[in-house]
Each structure stands twice: as structure tokens, then as C-alpha cells.
């Protein structure tokens, strides 16, 4: 069990904790001569229990609250320490608002120095504390008069600090390791070693790890879990990381760095959060105000964006994007405490939604249904809600990212459907995907009813005219899915329904047979309309028409105006192109044209038609292949 301390300056929290556990903890030079806790102290002792306990000893003045808040980040109770003389004080208030806001429900009360005041201010003060914690989560906290001094009451809060430790359940291991570093130093012989509380998951050694952050590779090289050598430690310990890793010194490590596994090494900079505004502010907060962000160990600047409106008032609850100035490390579920720019007055905090929040239409009422359903406390509280509305399915693995949990723990609701595509497998609510498959047959069959002399769309016309909001990947893994079905078919790069045909009238079958040897024989360079009418004593107009619609059965391609290459022919100037990019690693158009031995004006129009279907992409002066395009791929639809 981890236990910090919180309360006013000078109230006895350091005295207390020595008389608690006969260990003075880490105190600077500094603080010996001043008297007073500036930054955080640590010290672990047995209260009877096999394992130790590790305390955390916070500064109580005003000045150090970012250290305080730095300290609070992991801990399981907190022992708010109110002086008998003083009463409650304002940092009093101001660390109960920060543990209420950190989610912390685990509390006691040390009302300390009642060696030098009488019974009936005893009497006082409780009523005050009382009072204090009425109102919120810890309402009911018990209080145990102390005398760090004479010992009076340490026994009997020792005691209930013992049974608390029996009743502190042990945080889920499941999920990826990560660190919030509150300290870093050098050790002679040893080298960096860094000291957290492990929020979650579990590290040995010899594991790597990253720094973040910058996402630094460092591998561990020893450890100690509550004070004690061990070959691993897990979620809910102190633990100290000895660390390795190439020019790694103390310089490159700031309080506030997270240490995590791999998976988890992508920061943030924009975070969707719930937001309570604290009921003690004296005016309501802003959109966009400036903001000292505290995540962990880590206090980074920001603004928050409020998504419901332009101000909040006091006590006053919204959900709210932060953007940050520096990136972060953050899970669904982690809390934030904000405090004003000037770092003196602890606004609120909250809860985070999502840690990879969009840039765009954060305002929309999508978006906060979005966030509405990320409300629950795990993943399988919020797929439920969050599958119907994810038209484009939602990312396993940014969810895994997003939650911490790897994939071999998730339990799916029944609803849930996976489906494989080429960014990777997508999870989608039943019955969303068979709505998009409906919507794509029916958006179909509008087409022939509007256009019945097409044949179809090809494929990118086909999700522009039926589901343009469909990310490309999930349109292409869907219509897969309908030509395997049967409930559409393709003719080239043409899609139809089933039985759905453009024919030729007998005149147009005569004529085909007839222009068709010349389009045949001359590869790479057919005949213009123009030679083709000469040639066959026809009109131009009539042999245009006919070619038009030989285009539009998928028969032939239209390069430029009356310029048309066969399906096949472009088939094998595509084939050229591959080659041409598999053994130079670019398309140019002077190899192009050297290749199929035709003019360079006939090369540009054949490279210019392939960037028109998608199949080239211009960069300048050269080309490359287009990956998902259909002529690069056999596995594409064609």
C-alpha cells in the first residue's frame, strides 16, 4: 500500500509520519535547515503487515503545491493532517480538493499537536474537519487525535492504517507497464536509476522499456519494489529502476518523463476530458484560458477548450479537450488537477475520455455522444456504446493503446464483429455493417435507375456516390465482401448488380467486328476515330458513339478524345510500368517512352490517363506506383 500525505504547511506531517514508522524519510539539507518539507519525501516501513508500506511525505506550503501534486499521483490513501492549533487552513482545503480530484476515496485524518492545546479545541477542529469533508467523496473519514510528541494516538491510527492495507486491493496486472518518474539520480557503480509509483501492469529486468517523452529506449538493469531488491515489481508499488541505455545520464530524465513498455510510447497533445470546475472558485472558467496541466508527475502548460459552451461556472461539470504544449503520456481513466497559468490556485480536473482527441468538430454533437459513451470505467463498459456509432468501425489496436489493454484480455460483446482490412482488422456493431452493406447495393441500383446505358461505377466513383464518409480501406474490405456474397459483380472496373447488362444493338455488334482487329493490332498505338471511320467508310460520330459505350462495358479505356486502348493493352502498359518501377524505383517518362517505342507526346498522355485512374502518382518530373490501386494488385477488385 502506498500512503501520501496532505495538509497545511507546519501541521506535523513529517514528525507524524516518524512517530508512525520511527524513520525520519528523506529530507534535503535544506529542508533541515528551514524546517519545513519543500520537496517530496519517501520512506517504507512494516506496520505489522509482511509487506512494507511506502509513505510519501508532500510539501504543505502554497509554493510547493506542484511538488505535492507530483507525490499524489498512485497512491492508495492519504493522510490529511489537520494542526489542533491552526485548524483547517487553506492548503488544508486546497489538498482535500486535489485528492477528490485524483479520485482518491481512501482517507484518515491525523489531528495532530494536541500536546498543546486543551480537550475543547480537540473538540473544535474535529467539527471543522467534519464539516470540511460533509460534502464530498470522503465524508466520514475517521480522525484520530495525535501527539507526534508524547505518542498519544499513534498507536490506534498505526492500527487502522494496517487494516486499510488488508482492505487495498491490488491493481490489475493485464495491462502495460508505465511509470510516472517523480525522481532521477546517479548511483556510483550503478549508474541512472529512477524512483515512481507503478500505475499499471507489471516490469522485470531485463526488459526495455521507453522513455518518454522522447520514446528513448532504456532497458532495466535492476530494480527495487518498496524498498526491497526484487527481480520485478508490479502496479501499486514505489519501485526504483536502475537504467541502462545508450549516453543515458540523469541530465536526460526530468520529473514528470513516464516510463513505459513499447506499446504504450506514443505521447499526446490534445486530451478529451470530463471536467469539474471546483465549487470554491470565486468566477467561472473560460474557453481557451491557459492552464497548468498536471498529469502523474508531470506539470505541462496548455489551454482548455470547453466542447458545451463558452464558460463554466463554479461546481459547474463539462466535457473539455486540453491542449497541451508539450506531449504526454495518458490512458482512458488517468486524472488531471489544472491550476491557473500562474501556477497558484487549483482550478478542477477530471477524468480523461481520450487521449488521442481529434483536432476537428470536437464540438459536434457526434463527438460528445462519442464522449459520453467513453464514460464508463473500462472497455467493456464502453464498446457497447461507443460500437453503434463508429461508422468506420474502431482500431483495435488504438484502442488497446487507448485503454491499456492488450488485446489477449478484451471480452467483445455479442454485437461486436471483426472484419479484416488492409489497414488492419476493424471492430464494427452487427448490425452498422450490414447496414453499410444494404446502403451499398441500394446506392447501386440507383445508379443503373439514373444511368441505365452504364454499366456501373468503377470502385472510387462507386464509394464517392454511395458512402463517401467510409474511410477507403473499409469501402474496399465491404464491397469485397459483396462480390463474395454475390450481391454485386464487376466487369473489369466496372461494378453492377447481378443480371444488370449494357448490350450492343446488332448494328453496334457488326461494327464492333468489324473495328475491332484494327484497336487489336496495333498495340500500344491504336488509330484515332477519325483513321478508324476513314478506314471502315463510316461516320466519325457513329464510331465514337460505339467506342463510348465499349468504354463504358469495360471493353476499352479512354486515353484522351477519341484515343481508345483495349482493356488489355492498358493490362500490358501497366505491366511495362511495374517493371520500369521494380528495376529504377521511379516512373520517368523518357525511359516510358524508350520502353513501349512510341513519341513522347503519346507517352505523357498514356502516363497522364494512369494518374487519372489512380493507378501512377506524380511527383514532379517522375511517377510512382500507386499501391492500392486495382492494376497494381492482383488481390484488388477488377
Not at 460534502?135 to 486499510?164: C, K, T, Y
Not at 527495487?224 to 536502475?242: C, D, E, F, K
Not at 541505455?245 to 506499446?263: K, Q, Y
Not at 513522347?600 to 511527383?619: A, M, N, P, V
Request: hydrophobic share 40%; glycine share 8%; aromatic share 4%.
Amino acid at each position: 500500500m502506498i500512503i501520501g500525505t496532505a495538509g497545511h504547511i507546519d501541521h506535523g506531517k513529517t514528525a507524524l509520519l516518524q512517530a508512525l514508522t520511527g524513520q525520519a524519510g528523506d529530507r534535503r539539507q535544506e529542508e533541515r535547515l528551514r524546517g519545513i518539507t519543500i520537496d517530496l519525501g519517501y520512506l517504507y516501513a512494516s506496520l505489522g503487515e509482511p509487506d512494507l508500506t511506502g509513505f510519501i511525505d508532500v510539501p504543505g506550503h502554497e509554493r510547493f503545491v506542484h511538488n505535492m501534486l507530483a507525490g499524489a499521483c498512485g497512491i492508495d490513501s492519504v493522510l490529511l493532517v489537520v494542526a489542533a492549533d491552526d485548524g483547517v487552513m487553506p492548503q488544508t482545503r486546497e489538498h482535500l480538493a486535489i485528492v477528490e480530484l485524483l479520485g482518491i476515496r481512501r482517507a484518515l485524518v491525523a489531528l495532530t499537536k494536541i500536546d498543546r492545546v486543551e480537550p475543547s479545541r480537540i473538540a473544535e477542529v474535529q467539527r471543522q474537519v467534519e464539516a470540511l469533508l460533509e460534502a464530498g467523496p470522503l465524508s466520514g473519514a475517521p480522525i484520530f487525535p495525535v501527539s507526534s510528541v508524547s505518542g498519544e494516538g499513534i498507536d490506534a491510527l498505526r492500527a487502522h492504517l494496517l487494516e486499510q492495507a488488508t482492505e487495498v486491493q491490488a491493481r490489475r496486472e493485464d495491462g502495460h507497464f508505465r511509470l510516472s518518474i517523480d525522481r532521477a539520480f546517479s548511483v556510483t557503480g550503478a549508474g541512472v536509476v529512477v524512483t515512481g509509483t507503478a500505475i499499471a501492469g507489471r516490469t522485470q529486468v531485463g526488459d526495455e522499456l521507453s522513455l518518454g517523452p522522447s520514446g528513448r529506449k532504456v532497458r532495466v538493469r535492476g530494480l527495487h519494489a518498496q524498498n526491497q531488491t526484487a527481480q520485478a515489481a508490479q502496479a501499486g508499488q514505489r519501485v526504483a529502476l536502475n537504467l541502462s541505455g545508450e549516453r543515458l545520464s540523469v541530465a536526460d530524465i526530468s520529473r514528470g518523463d513516464w516510463l513505459v513498455t513499447p506499446e504504450l510510447q506514443d505521447g499526446t497533445q490534445r486530451i478529451d476530458i470530463e471536467f469539474t470546475l471546483l465549487a470554491s472558485e470565486a468566477r467561472e472558467l473560460r474557453h481557451w484560458t491557459p492552464v497548468h496541466i498536471h498529469l502523474g508527475a508531470q506539470d505541462v502548460t496548455g489551454r482548455i477548450a470547453l466542447l458545451e459552451g463558452e464558460c463554466l461556472a463554479p461546481g459547474g461539470h463539462v466535457h473539455a479537450q486540453l491542449l497541451l504544449n508539450a506531449p504526454a503520456h495518458a490512458v482512458h481513466g488517468d486524472r488531471v488537477v489544472l491550476r491557473d497559468q500562474s501556477a497558484q490556485r487549483t482550478l478542477g480536473g477530471g477524468r480523461v475520455l481520450d487521449p488521442f482527441a481529434p483536432p476537428r468538430n470536437r464540438h459536434r454533437q457526434a463527438r460528445l455522444a462519442v464522449l459520453r459513451a467513453l464514460a464508463g470505467d473500462t472497455l467493456e463498459d464502453v464498446l457497447p456504446g461507443l460500437l453503434p456509432s463508429a461508422l468506420n468501425g474502431l482500431d483495435p489496436a488504438l484502442l488497446e493503446r487507448q485503454f491499456n489493454r492488450p488485446r489477449k484480455t478484451w471480452r467483445l460483446p455479442d454485437e461486436a464483429l471483426e472484419i479484416t482490412t488492409r489497414l488492419g482488422p476493424r471492430l464494427f456493431e452487427r448490425g452498422t455493417w450490414d447496414y453499410l452493406g444494404k446502403s451499398l447495393v441500394a446506392a447501386l441500383q440507383r445508379f443503373h435507375d439514373s444511368q441505365p446505358d452504364e454499366l456501373g461505377p468503377d470502385r472510387d466513383r462507386l464509394r464517392r456516390y454511395a458512402l463517401p464518409l467510409l474511410e477507403r480501406p473499409i469501402f474496399i474490405a465491404l464491397l469485397e465482401q459483396a462480390l463474395a456474397e454475390g450481391k454485386v459483380e464487376a466487369s473489369g472496373p466496372w461494378l453492377h448488380l447481378p443480371g444488370h447488362r449494357v448490350r450492343l444493338t446488332d448494328e453496334e455488334e457488326a461494327l464492333k467486328a468489324r473495328l475491332w482487329p484494327l484497336l487489336a493490332a496495333s498495340c500500344f498505338n491504336p488509330p484515332w476515330v477519325r483513321d478508324i471511320a476513314r478506314e471502315l467508310d463510316v461516320e466519325e460520330e457513329q464510331v465514337r458513339q460505339l467506342l463510348r459505350k465499349l468504354a463504358r462495358l469495360g471493353a476499352l479505356q479512354q486515353v484522351v478524345k477519341d484515343l481508345f486502348y483495349p482493356e488489355q493493352t492498358i493490362r500490358l502498359l501497366a505491366s511495362q510500368v511495374l517493371e520500369m518501377e521494380r528495376q529504377s524505383g521511379v516512373i520517368r517518362a523518357a525511359a516510358f517512352r524508350d520502353q513501349i517505342q512510341l513519341g513522347r507526346k503519346r507517352s505523357i498522355q498514356l502516363l497522364e490517363h494512369f494518374d487519372r485512374i489512380g493507378f501512377t502518382r506524380r511527383f514532379g518530373n517522375e511517377r510512382k506506383v500507386r499501391r492500392d490501386s486495382a492494376l497494381a494488385s492482383e488481390d484488388e477488385v477488377s
